[in-house]
């Protein structure tokens, strides 16, 4: 069973209405997910109507001459070699569509933090985590939304278990517990509005300590 | 056939929404609002700018489009010179990219849908870095479409626009406002004096709704 973004994330992404890491996120999940490329062609066929449904508002005079000036100056169109597919995740080479990322940076016993540089504004951060097999994060929940996809490896959560390509779309009403699954490093890609709030004992110790 | 279409849409809005769909069934001709070009008609304008570099085609599609574009834009608070910039742009990447463009992938208004929607962000992130993400790289990735895929693609054209009238004015205004305006969800809030939590269960709901109904053509 795949875990997928909410309809509303991809229905968003599909408008262009993410903001840059959370768009990173669901493109990383699209790499891997065909059902979800599917649902977002159908967003963007709503978006398509709403388009041609439209009020238009005229373009000012001279508007389509200038175009057809513009036309004239282009080289004639070729048709395009087919460009080979790019998987926007390469799990060997740990690059992200040319992202800088930072560091590998010790959060905690067992847990590893990386930055990805988005230079959009805008709240939301991105950041790769990668944990040993077996390790319990903290129960923690959120000040914002958090949208997370697998790269390798997996985590049980909330029942599920969250591999290679599954996404985990959390709100501030989700409360988090999960646990690395045996077997594999895992790791994902996470976009984080606002804050991590650790609810648990051994979280609010070491809340002061970890900065994600 | 344009009286006739008019006809499905007053038809359409008195119906109750379990009966559009077979409405929409037993009409094949097109039910858009616009009915001056058909979605078939505006696909094969883009497909003879690609076969054959036509002028006239190119010129149909930019009076369709481009006041389109721009009316799309401004909602989007694009001052009214950036969204006709933009809207130049975006044909201008029809004219380039019009042999890319497949019908039985997408139809004419969702694949410019998308370039718009692609120069949008572009134009929004190019001051910060010259980098966005190539939707286009993954799409070229899939396998060829299948032979009945033209009908589907067809059949989705009609689904949603049928699924359109399913929603309640509320979803549908909702769902205008956050995904086509790109309003944050607590403006819709303030604007339609709404709590917030309501204006977002109202979007879930909506987009719940357009998936059921669209999910399995996809």
């Known amino acids: 069973m795949r875990q997928h973004p909410k309809n509303e994330t991809l229905a968003a992404f599909a408008a262009g209405q993410l903001d840059e890491g959370r768009s990173l996120v669901v493109a ?181 300590f970890i900065r994600i | 056939m344009q009286a006739q279409a008019q006809d499905i849409g007053l038809i359409k809005a008195a119906l109750p929404a379990g009966l559009l769909a077979k409405a929409d069934r037993l009409h094949d001709s097109p039910t858009q609002i616009d009915a001056v070009k058909s979605p078939a008609e505006l696909a094969r304008l883009i497909e003879a700018v690609a076969a054959r570099q036509d002028r006239a085609a190119f010129a149909a599609l930019f009076d369709h489009f481009a006041p389109r574009i721009k009316a799309f834009l401004m909602r989007g608070n694009t001052p009214a010179a950036a969204a006709e910039e933009l809207a130049q742009e975006a044909l201008l990447t029809v004219w380039r990219k019009a042999s890319q463009f497949d019908r039985q992938r997408a139809g004419a208004s969702s694949w410019i849908f998308a370039i718009a929607r692609n120069l949008r962000i572009d134009s929004a992130r190019r001051e910060m870095r010259g980098k966005v993400l190539d939707l286009e790289a993954n799409e070229d990735a899939e396998p060829p479409a299948p032979p009945d895929a033209e009908l589907l693609a067809s059949e989705r054209e009609q689904r949603v626009r049928a699924a359109l009238v399913h929603l309640t004015d509320e979803q549908l205004r909702v769902v205008r406002l956050s995904f086509f305006d790109g309003k944050a969800h607590g403006d819709i809030a303030a604007e339609l004096e709404l709590p917030l939590g309501t204006v977002k269960s109202r979007i879930r709901l909506a987009m719940n709704r357009l998936r059921d109904v669209l999910g399995d053509l996809t």
């Open chain 1, 28 to 208: 990383t999940h699209l790499s891997m997910c065909a059902e979800c490329r599917g649902a977002v062609a159908a967003f963007e066929a709503v978006g398509g109507e709403m388009l041609n449904s439209i009020e238009p508002v005229a373009m000012s005079d001279g508007a389509a001459a200038r175009a057809m000036v513009a036309i004239d100056h282009e080289p004639s169109p070729v048709a395009p070699a087919k460009p080979a597919p790019r998987p926007v995740w390469q799990a060997e080479q740990e690059s992200l569509l040319g992202y800088d990322l930072g560091p590998w940076r010790w959060v905690a016993p067992g847990l590893h933090y990386r930055a990805v540089k988005t230079p959009e504004a805008g709240g939301t951060r991105v950041f790769m985590l990668k944990a040993v097999p077996g390790l319990k994060i903290p129960a923690h929940s959120h000040t914002g939304t958090e949208l997370t996809c697998v790269l390798k490896g997996a985590f049980i959560h909330d029942g599920g278990r969250y591999g290679p390509g599954d996404c985990d779309d959390a709100d501030q009403d989700d409360a988090h517990n999960p646990m690395i699954d045996d077997g594999e490093v895992c790791v994902c890609l996470v976009a984080m509005q606002g804050n991590v709030r650790l609810t648990g004992f051994f979280g609010r110790m070491i809340q002061p």
